[in-house]
């Protein structure tokens, strides 16, 4: 190699000879990686699933991993993340030759602390683990690591019900991103909010995420009584009659006695040489599992030593329970067609706004994991042709709660002004959803056109009911 360009080549390098000699052969090796990865980035984007199509609306960090992680596998009480698409061929966005021009969000509540029928097994466990600290404070043997926090005790420190500092979070950030996702939507527009403590703190945050600090003189926050009198599709259920939050309880004790035993069995015998005497029963069991997702709730992912305990395929049998007890109250297990009635209320809701094409671009509504199960029920949405109480639990279902209503979970639709007309898309917290099992002919990202989607069978019973109608009688009455 000639002098000349020896001395071109040291001059173009001289800033980086001045930190440390490098050889010749790590530059080209750091240069080859470098391109590499730039040409994996580059193919990502070609093949349309780059990091720039996160789902509208939704931080980065919370997008789904192949790998198993416990806390998307929590069901109802699961802390909100965006799952894959359903299915998950489906592309995410919006179609080409459209711009959305309307939304109608429905938003479930953030992380709430455990209801009092919940916090009381979480406390029984917690009795159980105070009565017997001297056998807990003194292990015969080496413990597992998982089990080491019994040694310094644990106490349950959990509220009733209110809406907890992750679930706080939750709800601005969600505001946030929605302002910044749709800013051609900004609607300074009534929000409605089921009146309910963590519904009604939701809502606020929410607001001040999307509207700022002074939301509460931007926008209006109607509240919506929570009570058997009044019609609404935030909390239908309120006003039928037959239904009762028990609904399905056969199904879950059916299920517990198959997957709790041998769990208990095995914690028992693990802990059987450090603890010599240990009884963890059933319902101890079941409260630790409680007490891993509402710490989690509570205090953020991580925080509960509760959930390192439990091997994945029990928390899997755990998810089953969840994804039960919301099919049994809210969804598909409700008796003579009681879900698709209660559900036809938010369908016609959402249908009515979109057809306009005049009044607001923006819909804003908050209400419960309930409010989004019975709408997806109504649509024949997330349906299984079997859901058996004694398994085995398909690891495929259609029907699984951490991915359809979590905590802070969000239902949007869109109505999608298009080249060939107006179509309606379901990004169901953040990934899209096919509406196809609606009844209406979807294209790859899941949209149908309006006119169809309102045409369908499913949509039209939902237009066509009253409350109080012969149909709500026979459901409800």
């Not at 039928?240 to 095995?266: F, H, K, N």
């Not at 169901?428 to 369908?456: H, R, V």
Request: contains cysteine; charged residues 20%.
């Amino acid at each position: 190699m000639g002098s000349g360009k020896k001395d071109c080549r040291e001059n173009e390098y001289s800033n980086i000879r001045a930190l440390g000699r490098y050889h010749n052969d790590r530059r080209w090796f750091l240069a080859f990686a470098l391109s590499l990865v730039s040409l994996i980035l580059l193919s990502l984007q070609f093949w349309n699933i780059s990091s720039t199509i996160i789902p509208s609306a939704i931080p980065p960090s919370t997008i789904f991993h192949d790998a198993f992680d416990l806390y998307k596998h929590l069901g109802h009480l699961t802390p909100y993340f965006v799952p894959p698409n359903t299915p998950q061929s489906l592309l995410s966005g919006t179609p080409r030759g459209c711009a959305v021009s309307k939304a109608f969000l429905i938003h479930r509540h953030g992380s709430r602390y455990p209801h009092p029928d919940e916090l009381a097994v979480v406390q029984d466990l917690a009795d159980y683990i105070h009565n017997n600290s001297a056998l807990f404070s003194n292990p015969q043997d080496q413990l597992p690591d998982a089990w080491s926090f019994l040694i310094g005790g644990w106490n349950n420190t959990l509220g009733t019900d209110d809406l907890t500092a992750p679930g706080r979070k939750q709800l601005f950030d969600h505001g946030v991103s929605l302002r910044l996702e749709y800013p051609n939507l900004y609607t300074e527009t009534d929000v409605l909010a089921g009146d309910e403590d963590r519904v009604v703190e939701s809502a606020r945050w929410f607001m001040d995420g999307y509207y700022g600090r002074n939301s509460n003189s931007t926008a209006n926050l109607n509240l919506v009584a929570e009570n058997d009198d009044t019609v609404s599709w935030i909390t239908p259920h309120q006003t039928c009659s037959r239904w009762d939050s028990r609904l399905g309880e056969d199904l879950l004790l059916e299920w517990r006695s198959v997957y709790l035993p041998p769990i208990t069995r095995r914690i028992n015998d693990t802990l059987s040489k450090a603890y010599p005497g240990v009884n963890f029963t059933e319902a101890h069991v079941h409260g630790m599992l409680y007490a891993c997702a509402y710490e989690t709730a509570a205090y953020g992912v991580g925080s509960s030593p509760w959930c390192l305990v439990f091997e994945p395929e029990e928390i899997l049998k755990r998810e089953y329970e969840y994804d039960l007890q919301m099919r049994g109250f809210a969804g598909y297990g409700l008796p003579d067609g009681m879900g698709p009635v209660l559900g036809s209320l938010l369908v016609s809701n959402v249908t009515s706004f979109l057809q306009k094409d005049a009044g607001p671009k923006l819909s804003l509504g908050f209400g419960h994991d309930k409010t989004i199960a019975l709408g997806l029920t109504a649509l024949g949405l997330a349906s299984d042709e079997s859901y058996p109480p004694t398994g085995p639990v398909d690891p495929n279902r259609a029907w699984r709660a951490a991915k359809l209503m979590p905590f802070a979970a969000s239902m949007l639709w869109r109505r999608l002004d298009c080249d060939e007309g107006a179509r309606i898309q379901l990004i169901l917290n953040g990934a899209s959803f096919d509406l196809a099992p609606t009844g209406c002919e979807s294209d790859e990202y899941g949209s149908c056109a309006l006119k169809d989607f309102s045409n369908t069978t499913r949509v039209q019973a939902a237009l066509n009911l009253t409350h109080g109608d012969s149909r709500w009688k026979s459901a409800c009455h």
